[in-house]
């Protein structure tokens, strides 16, 4: 009976980003979703540590064709989140609670209708895109198999992922990051029970996934509707006349997103040409990278809703120290990845038990190009203040820019001088333009808009 007066309380309180420290206001923001995000990219190195003590590189190679496609549907998600960030965060911001929370339910439904229809549409074509890929034989099975299994689970992920950025938006740090959190602790619990107890194999670390992914739901959808009340009922008129707003920014968001999926698939069809073993490595790096840059990932995530309140409260200057702060934060975060990075090397090799192609590309990674992805968490911040005022096909562009005149030519060249090597060194090398081209454009439009608002 305690409960509904501290709800009410929370509801009824000011927009939190537009006073106050804004480097507090970041860290925080980034040491929550950092710790949601970290449990769920352990969860998933966990699943493939897991999967490496079957003794099979099939199946490490079978996951790495599978996390291409994956991260493409993920990408739907990522786009309507980012459109929930944007739009709510404003109004909060502004002070328009009630749109705010129509807003919310909005974006929920959008949400769930486009995950469903593409969940769909990728589950029909999961023989032929793996085959694009380059998965042949045992490990085109064992990836088809992995996907066919957690292809009807993709709607309530996006919806978790559109409940944890309406989280945000409100500056609720700790429940945002309580939806990954829960569900990557049940992830990690049931991937053994699953494999091993089961004996599943990689069908039981797709089922584990499966029922992370309902706590995930659950967990935000709780949030948003009991917490915070930022969510009113649906009606179809309103949805009619916020799906224009939510599509202005979801489906360039969505491309934005989609490009990276596509750059690192040209890269997995690019590695497999050198053999299952380059794969392996390329998966394993694929799990540890975002371990070790989750921070960066979820300061991407943390400057939107940040920016997004300033904006609708028209505090140019705050955002733009917001984004410098913002980027300052990427380079140290950079560095003590690296750092980490360099001195686990040999223990990572090991735990996966890695040999050949698939440990050259490990310590390649974590001694050498680990630093060089400031300059993606330069383009991923950049491309959360773009998508939060209104000018996502800035984003958009750079990151195609990124996915096709940075990456095919550089990894083609890579492959062809130094194989597998050349390859990841190629995929690394050719964010630095873009990070930068980014930074310039974002300082930019912030001077184009204070001089529109003055």
């Known amino acids: 009976m305690e409960a509904r007066p501290a709800a009410s309380s929370r509801a009824d309180a000011p927009p939190k980003f537009v006073t106050g420290s804004l480097l507090r206001h970041i860290l925080v923001m980034s040491g929550a979703g950092g710790v949601g995000l970290g449990a769920i990219f352990l969860s998933d190195l966990a699943n493939i540590v897991f999967l490496s003590w079957l003794d099979d590189q099939a199946v490490l190679a079978a996951v790495g064709y599978a996390s291409s496609i994956l991260f493409f549907t993920t990408s739907i998600g990522i786009g309507f989140a980012i459109a929930a960030t944007s739009l709510v965060s404003r109004a909060l911001g502004a002070g328009r609670r009630l749109r705010a929370c129509r807003l919310s339910v909005n974006a929920h439904l959008a949400t769930f209708v486009a995950s469903a229809l593409t969940a769909v549409v990728i589950y029909l074509a999961i023989p032929w895109l793996l085959s694009v890929l380059g998965a042949t034989g045992h490990t085109h099975h064992l990836a088809a198999r992995y996907l066919q299994i957690l292809m009807p689970s993709l709607p309530a992920l996006t919806v978790a992922m559109t409940s944890a950025a309406v989280l945000r938006s409100a500056g609720d740090a700790r429940r945002a990051m309580n939806v990954t959190l829960f569900g990557a602790i049940v992830n990690t619990i049931l991937d053994p029970i699953f494999i091993f107890a089961m004996d599943l194999g990689i069908e039981g670390a797709a089922w584990a996934t499966v029922f992370s992914r309902i706590v995930f739901m659950a967990v935000g959808l709780y949030g948003v509707i009991r917490v915070h009340r930022l969510m009113a009922s649906p009606k179809l008129n309103a949805f009619k006349v916020d799906a224009p707003a939510f599509a202005a920014i979801a489906v360039p968001a969505i491309l934005t997103n989609v490009a990276t999926p596509a750059s690192q698939a040209y890269v997995t069809a690019a590695i497999a040409t050198h053999g299952d073993d380059a794969v392996a490595g390329w998966a394993i790096i694929g799990r540890v990278l975002p371990v070790a840059f989750g921070a960066i990932y979820a300061l991407s995530s943390s400057i939107g809703p940040i920016v997004g309140q300033n904006y609708g409260a028209r505090e140019d200057a705050r955002m733009r120290e917001a984004f410098r702060l913002a980027l300052g934060v990427n380079a140290g975060l950079t560095l003590v990845a690296w750092v980490i990075l360099a001195l686990t090397s040999g223990a990572v090799v090991r735990l996966f038990g890695a040999t050949g192609d698939a440990a ?38 750079l990151n195609w820019g990124r996915a096709t005149i940075g990456t095919i030519p550089l990894v083609h060249l890579g492959s062809w001088l130094a194989g597998a090597e050349g390859v990841l060194i190629a995929h690394m090398a050719g964010g630095i333009f873009f990070g930068c081209l980014a930074v310039w454009i974002c300082l930019r439009l912030f001077d184009r808009l204070a001089r529109e608002r003055a």
């Not at 974590?366 to 911040?381: H, K, R």
């Not at 939060?388 to 984003?395: E, I, Q, R, V």
């Open 360 to 397: 050259h590309l490990i310590f390649l990674f974590n001694v050498w190009l680990a630093p060089l992805f400031a300059f993606m968490g330069a383009l991923f911040v950049a491309n959360a203040v773009f998508n939060t005022l209104d000018f996502p096909h800035y984003a958009t562009v």
